[in-house]
């Protein structure tokens, strides 16, 4: 049955590798209940890894954090058991963010399409972090220059991207933001495990890191 489970998941994610906003928010609606057990059979450990990395990067406890497309709360919980106080969190998918809402994490979840100019004040936040979710940015640029918008000088920009969307292109956005004095680098880990126990994706397709200081 665990194996069953296991293909039944990796159907899902090869199903959405690219849609538009609102079969993005059905497919997630449609997943949500049981979305955290199907990725946790599937060893997916990104959220644990980001806590730490913000951590190890001096993020106070106390520091206001946004968890940009949040989901059912994965990486709201990982911080909150690594002691971090006030988190806000957006998702596209209204079903994930009710989930969201169970967890002891939040302090304000609301409903927001990443690819949509951010409903958040300039400075807002000491840490703005993106989990496992940068591949459905249609304008990557956008959104990155919307989190370094909506972090405090100062504060850290934390994302994860998928080697195989690790393209020259994407690389030379970062770059770009850097060249624009939006942000610095702060690290780009090796690539890490994405889904281990996944069929596809175990040794084909890892996860890359990437943190950065808004100026």
Request: net charge negative; proline share 5%; charged share 25%.
């Amino acid at each position: 049955m665990a194996d069953e489970t296991t293909k039944a998941t990796s159907r899902k994610l090869k199903s959405i590798q690219s849609a538009d906003a609102a079969s993005l928010a059905d497919y997630y609606d449609d997943w949500a209940r049981s979305y955290d057990k199907d990725l946790e059979d599937l060893g997916y450990e990104a959220p644990l890894r980001a806590a730490g990395l913000l951590k190890a990067h001096g993020m106070s406890a106390t520091a206001p954090i946004l968890d940009a497309c949040c989901g059912t709360g994965l990486t709201g919980r990982r911080l909150a058991e690594a002691g971090f106080e006030h988190v806000d969190g957006f998702d596209i998918s209204e079903a994930s963010l009710d989930e969201a809402r169970t967890v002891a994490a939040y302090d304000g979840l609301f409903r927001q399409d990443m690819n949509d100019p951010l409903q958040a004040p300039d400075g807002a936040y000491d840490a703005v972090v993106c989990i496992g979710s940068m591949t459905y940015a249609e304008r990557p640029e956008q959104l990155l220059r919307e989190f370094c918008r909506v972090a405090r000088p100062g504060g850290i920009v934390l994302f994860t991207q998928r080697t195989d969307y690790w393209s020259d292109d994407f690389a030379g956005i970062l770059h770009r933001l850097e060249e624009a004095g939006l942000w610095q680098w702060l690290e780009k880990t090796e690539p890490q495990p994405y889904l281990p126990r996944h069929p596809e994706f175990a040794d084909a397709i890892k996860v890359v890191y990437a943190v950065f200081r808004v100026v």
